[in-house]
């Protein structure tokens, strides 16, 4: 008997607490949260690790960049991601310096400067370690921003 695949959870801001839609800071903790959520990790070792970022405090971009690296490793590891640790930390390092340079640290800048979902989603992916299955999980929560312009 062939065996199925169980569904992956899907997961939403709300469920963490976020309102995307309410600005900078929500809309930057639910891409660090989708960033988690698309590596090859379960999504619960992922949850874990973002909420230890977010009781550190440790939820901007600038936040992540002030960290040293070993630091970094060290919380991912606290969050058990022990064998991702070293490349996640150095992942998520590259693409915050990317977000602060390209968009001076705002998603929101870059949602405003997007024209349409479609580069929204190229400019998300442009960021080292986001690709289409990050890009999908954050943009979830952004579609009503798009559906706000036509109206």
């Known amino acids: 008997m062939p065996r199925t695949k169980k569904p992956k959870p899907v997961h939403y801001a709300e469920d963490f607490g976020l309102d995307v839609l309410s600005g900078d800071d929500d809309m930057f903790r639910w891409f660090l949260l989708a960033y988690l959520f698309g590596k090859p990790i379960q999504a619960s070792v992922a949850a874990q690790t973002w909420r ?21 490793v060290h919380l991912l590891d606290e969050g058990k991601y022990t064998r ?28 405003e400067s997007s024209m349409d979902e479609d580069e929204f989603s190229k400019r998300l992916q442009r960021f080292y370690g986001v ?15 798009f559906a706000r312009r036509v109206e």
């Open 52 to 72: 230890i970022f977010m009781d550190r405090k440790i939820d901007t971009p600038w936040a992540i960049l002030k960290l040293p690296p070993r630091k970094l």
């Open 84 to 111: 991702y640790d070293e490349v996640t930390a150095r992942a998520l390092r590259i693409c915050m310096q990317q977000l602060v340079d390209d968009y001076e640290g705002s998603l929101w800048l870059l949602f």
């Open 131 to 145: 690709g289409p299955k990050t890009a999908e999980i954050f943009m979830r929560e952004t579609e009503e921003l």
